[in-house]
Every structure is written in C-alpha cells, then in structure tokens.
Nanobody, 126 residues
Framework: QVQLVESGGGLVQAGGSLRLSCAAS????????MGWFRQAPGKEREFVAAISWSGSTTYYADSAKGRFTISRDNAKNTVYLQMSSLKPEDTSVYYC???????????????????WGQGTQVTVSS
C-alpha cells in the first residue's frame, strides 16, 4: 500500500548533525503512524523514534532523547529524523517504518510495523 525511501545519511564527525528523510509513495492518503529504527551489522534492529499521524504524540528511545527529533510533513508525505550531538555508537543503517493503525504502546516492537524502507547508512567518526 505504501513504499518508503530513506535519504540523508552519510559520514559525519562526532558532535555533528544530520537530518534523515523518509518519502512515502502509494496510498499516502492513509493516516500512517511513522517511525525510525536502526541496525548495525551483527546486531538486532532497535527502535529510535515514532510519531503519530497528527504529530501530537512522539516517542523516543532513551539513547535518542535530547539529541534526536522526529517530525513529519503530511502535505509532502515525508517524515524526518533530525539528529544532533551524534556519537560513534549511533553508526547504523537507519530504517523508516509505517503502520496503518494508530500508534500504541507497542511502537518499540519491530512486528508492530507494516512497511519498511531500504535504509540509509549513517556513520559517525570519532
């Protein structure tokens, strides 16, 4: 029903900033809940942030609180992840995800989400 394409990844020094974008296409009229996950080689995919359709409700992993900000522009069918004060441990492939249903307490569980993008690489050097 929807296709997701991430962009904005790259190489940045520790303490720097990046803004990731996730563009949705297809049935974008549906009020999708959106989120961001990340996965490093050999590690499990982990939750980063989530946002309701209206943007009124957001959730963050403890590692992201105070440094990352999730937002969305429904007119552009795009969700963003603004990352600041980046650390080497933030190095991962970042994935955009979408869920047809309203946001719930299961937002941090991978199986909660219906659709996934291909990911964008973020590398933070020391």
């Amino acid at each position: 029903q929807v296709q997701l394409v991430e962009s904005g990844g790259g190489l940045v020094q520790a303490g720097g900033s990046l803004r990731l974008s996730c563009a949705a296409s297809g049935r974008t009229s549906i009020r999708y809940t959106m989120g961001w996950f990340r996965q490093a080689p050999g590690k499990e995919r982990e939750f980063v942030a989530a946002i309701s359709w209206s943007g009124s409700t957001t959730y963050y992993a403890d590692s992201a609180k105070g440094r990352f900000t999730i937002s969305r522009d429904n007119a552009k069918n795009t969700v963003y992840l603004q990352m600041s004060s980046l650390k080497p441990e933030d190095t991962s492939v970042y994935y955009c995800a979408a869920r047809v249903d309203s946001i719930s307490s299961s937002y941090y569980v991978t199986s909660f989400w219906n659709y996934w993008g291909q990911g964008t690489q973020v590398t933070v050097s020391s």
